[in-house]
Structure formats: structure tokens, C-alpha cells
């Protein structure tokens, strides 16, 4: 084996970067889960495209995310700052143009209608570009501050925390603000939504500036090549690198099946609260039960994770999310259900985001450790793009399955068809692509791979 070309870092993390890294967390999360909440809504019932239409919105992005994404991960393992930082510094420079175009993706436009189509898709291009850039950090950040694990996994709460408030500002907050600003009609439909979809996104939009911020001011980037160490390489060698390492390839299709598990349920609940409970409002006491379940269960996670390993715990966030569907799926109009739903939906998120954030930053050490290159700011950058497959894909399907379904957003009363597929969205099909996540994770190789180069790093 290769000698990894790393400079390590035990240093312990103080108190005021890990809630750094929290609220970066949190302002990430707080945007995606605005974005795959209302968006899909927002461009059915607010501007009127067709289901189908506005879900090839996201898919079109995918396709953009499959040139942008490696081409902005090969752009940043090559660089480095003029401080000799390679990822921190993209938290400042991106954090106020994202938050632009975020605002301008739910901001009504008085255009031609045949020109909304085509605006938005464009819209929607260059903030999803603008957000890779500025979620590098994510990505890295947490293998660059410490190369010690349990510095990574407490890191990995704060983050997990951070994540669940995201949500709670994102939907918990913003849905009532939207409801205040826009008033609701007594059967619960939105009466001015331009307003309050623009004032929403807005507060979000401000957010993302001050988490970003706040991580940038805070953190260090202490794990660093060794002197001389060669950093240039080509987009190739780059992908060639990650596609050949079994444990990021592992880590990315349970990190694709998690995303496909829990958006197909944030981007229709807006519709389920709507249209099968009848209660717009309900989306808050859902999402409120999730979030309250996510955080009380985070002080558990380190101590449960360092106690039954890597692969027991990654097995361990899919059984909950599983397990969640079962009750909902029987009683897909009990309120009681949904909120059943969210409250062990809540649970496995907690483990999966830990689990999943320092998988990364393992294999990034032990791609480093084979291969001798540190290729954190590539890893980050496709981890993002298999995020956004999963936000694209669930959203095209969405809108795909409730076009066919007969899904009208002019309607007071949806066809039976459409209230059984959005059932179907929010149980059943998040049940099965759980189900593939405790696959993969039953397979997982990580914690194996990462007591091998643990051991031939101390027989070094």
C-alpha cells in the first residue's frame, strides 16, 4: 500500500466551531428542504405549469448537475487559496449569490406564460450551480478539521442537529409565515401565495447567508497534505479514483436510496395535508412531530454509534424508516399515522446523517491512504450531485405520477386516484427504497476498510 499523504490532526474541536458547523448544516438543510417542500407546489399551484412540466424543472437540473458537478469538483481539489485552504473559503464567496437566486426561484415574474417554463428551468440552472459551489464545505470541511473519529462523529451531531432545525425554520416556521402572508381560505386553500412564498424564501435566503458565514468565521481546516505532495490531477483520474473505491460507491447508493426515502415524503406533503387530510395547516404539526423526534434523539446517537459500529448503526437509521411506513400505510388519512410516520422518520434521519457524513470523510482518508491523493472538494462535489439526483428524480416522478393520476391544482375536491398516489408517495414507496438502504447497508465494507488502514498506518 501507498503511504496516505496526510498530515493529521487530533486536535481537539472547540464548542464554537461544532456549532459552526451546525449552523452551516442548518442553513443547507433549511434551503433543500424549503426548496423540495414548496417548490414542486410552488410552480403547480402558485404559477400554474402542469405536474409533469414542473417536475422535468429538477430532472433538467440533474442533467446540468452531470456536467457541472464533476467540473466544479475537478476545479476545486486543483485549487487551493491564497492561504492554502482548499474548501472553507467557498462559504464566503458563494454564500450571498445563492441566496439570490434562491429568493428569484420563488419570486412570481410577470412574463408571457409560454416564457415561465423556460425562465424558471434557467433559474433553477444557475442557483443549483451557485449551491455547489457553496456546499463544498459540507463536504469537506468535516474530513479537513479532524483526522480523529470521535472528533468526526461528535462533529457529525452537531451537524445532524443543525440539519433538524434547517427543517424546523424551513417548514415548521416558514409554512405558517406563508399561511400569515398569503391568508387562507376557510377550506385551507392559500389565498395570495406570491407574497408569501416570496417572503418565505426570503427569511430562508438569510439564513443560508448567516450559516454560511458563521462556519466560514469559525472553522479550520487543520488536516493537510504532507510537503511536496503532488495535487494536480485530471477529471479522470479524479472519477476514476471514486468509482473505483468500493466504499464510497457503497456509501453513495445508501446516501441516494436515504434522499429518495425522505423527499418523495417532504415533496408531497404539502399535497397529502392539502388534499387527503384537508388541513393545510397539518403540515406543521407533521414536520414538527419529525423534527422533535430527530433532535431528542441526538444526544444518543454518538454514545449508540461509537457502541455498535458503523455498519450496525447504518442498518439500524434504515429499520426506523422502514418501520415508520407500516402504521401509515394501513391508515393513510389518520393524522394520528402521519405523525407516527414523522416521529420514527425522525429518528432514523438522526443516525443516517452522522453515518453518512462520516463515511465521507473516512473515505476521503482512505483514498488518500491507498492512492495518495486528497480529493475531499471531488467527493463533496458528487455527493451533492447524487443529492440533487435524488431531489430531481423523486420530483419528476412526483409530478410525472400525479399528471397521470389526474392531479388538477385548480381543483377543491382531487380525484380518487390522486389522493391513493399521493397515499402511496407518503408510505409505501419511501418504504421500499428504505428497504434498499438496509440492503446496502447489510453489505456496507466501511468499518472494515477503515480498521485496515488504521492498522497499516500504525505498522507504517
Not at 429568493?103 to 406564460?113: A, E, G, K, R, Y
Not at 377550506?187 to 395570495?192: M, S, V
Amino acid at each position: 500500500m501507498k503511504k496516505g499523504t496526510l498530515k493529521s490532526s487530533k486536535e481537539k474541536i472547540g464548542l464554537l466551531e461544532k456549532l459552526g458547523f451546525g449552523a452551516f448544516a442548518m442553513s443547507l438543510d433549511a434551503c433543500n428542504n424549503f426548496v423540495s417542500t414548496f417548490l414542486l407546489f410552488f410552480l403547480t399551484d402558485v404559477l400554474g405549469i402542469a405536474p409533469g412540466m414542473a417536475g422535468s424543472v429538477s430532472l433538467i437540473g440533474t442533467v446540468w448537475d452531470g456536467v457541472n458537478d464533476p467540473l466544479i469538483g475537478f476545479f476545486a481539489t486543483n485549487r487551493r487559496f491564497k492561504n492554502n485552504e482548499v474548501a472553507r473559503p467557498y462559504a464566503l464567496w458563494f454564500a450571498l449569490p445563492t441566496a439570490a437566486m434562491f429568493i428569484l426561484l420563488f419570486t412570481v415574474v410577470d412574463i408571457p406564460d409560454h416564457f415561465i417554463f423556460p425562465y424558471f428551468v434557467v433559474l433553477y440552472l444557475i442557483y443549483d450551480t451557485f449551491r455547489t459551489f457553496n456546499m463544498i464545505p459540507s463536504g469537506s470541511m468535516l474530513t479537513l478539521a479532524s483526522s480523529d473519529a470521535s472528533e468526526r462523529i461528535s462533529l457529525g451531531v452537531f451537524i445532524s442537529g443543525g440539519a433538524g432545525i434547517g427543517v424546523v425554520l424551513a417548514t415548521l416556521g416558514c409554512w405558517p409565515l406563508i399561511n400569515a402572508l398569503s391568508g387562507v381560505t376557510e377550506d385551507g386553500k392559500l389565498i395570495n401565495p406570491r407574497t408569501g412564498f416570496f417572503w418565505g424564501a426570503a427569511v430562508v435566503a438569510c439564513i443560508w447567508i448567516f450559516g454560511s458565514l458563521m462556519h466560514y468565521f469559525t472553522s479550520r481546516e487543520r488536516v493537510l497534505p504532507e510537503e511536496g505532495t503532488k495535487q494536480q490531477s485530471s477529471l479522470k483520474e479524479l472519477l476514476g479514483l471514486l468509482l473505483g473505491c468500493r466504499e464510497w460507491v457503497e456509501n453513495t447508493l445508501f446516501s441516494l436510496f436515504y434522499d429518495f426515502s425522505i423527499i418523495f415524503v417532504t415533496s408531497s406533503i404539502v399535497y397529502y395535508a392539502t388534499h387527503v387530510l384537508g388541513d393545510a395547516g397539518a403540515v406543521t404539526l407533521i414536520m414538527a412531530a419529525y423534527i422533535l423526534s430527530t433532535l431528542l434523539v441526538l444526544p444518543l446517537v454518538g454514545p449508540i454509534h461509537r457502541k455498535l459500529g458503523r455498519k450496525k448503526t447504518m442498518c439500524l437509521s434504515a429499520l426506523f424508516l422502514i418501520l415508520s411506513k407500516i402504521y401509515f400505510i394501513f391508515f393513510p388519512t389518520s393524522l394520528l399515522a402521519a405523525i407516527s410516520n414523522a416521529l420514527l422518520v425522525g429518528i432514523g434521519v438522526a443516525f443516517t446523517i452522522n453515518a453518512m457524513k462520516t463515511n465521507l470523510a473516512e473515505i476521503a482518508d482512505i483514498i488518500s491512504w491507498k492512492k495518495g491523493k486528497r480529493i475531499e472538494n471531488m467527493i463533496a462535489a458528487i455527493s451533492t450531485t447524487v443529492s440533487k439526483i435524488g431531489l430531481a428524480l423523486c420530483t419528476f416522478t412526483i409530478g410525472m405520477v400525479l399528471e397521470v393520476s389526474g392531479y388538477n391544482g385548480d381543483l377543491a375536491v382531487q380525484p380518487e386516484s390522486a389522493i391513493h398516489t399521493i397515499e402511496a408517495l407518503m408510505g409505501i414507496v419511501p418504504m421500499v427504497t428504505a428497504g434498499l438502504m438496509l440492503l446496502v447497508a447489510l453489505n456496507s465494507t466501511i468499518e472494515k476498510s477503515v480498521q485496515k488502514m488504521n492498522a497499516g498506518k500504525e505498522g507504517a
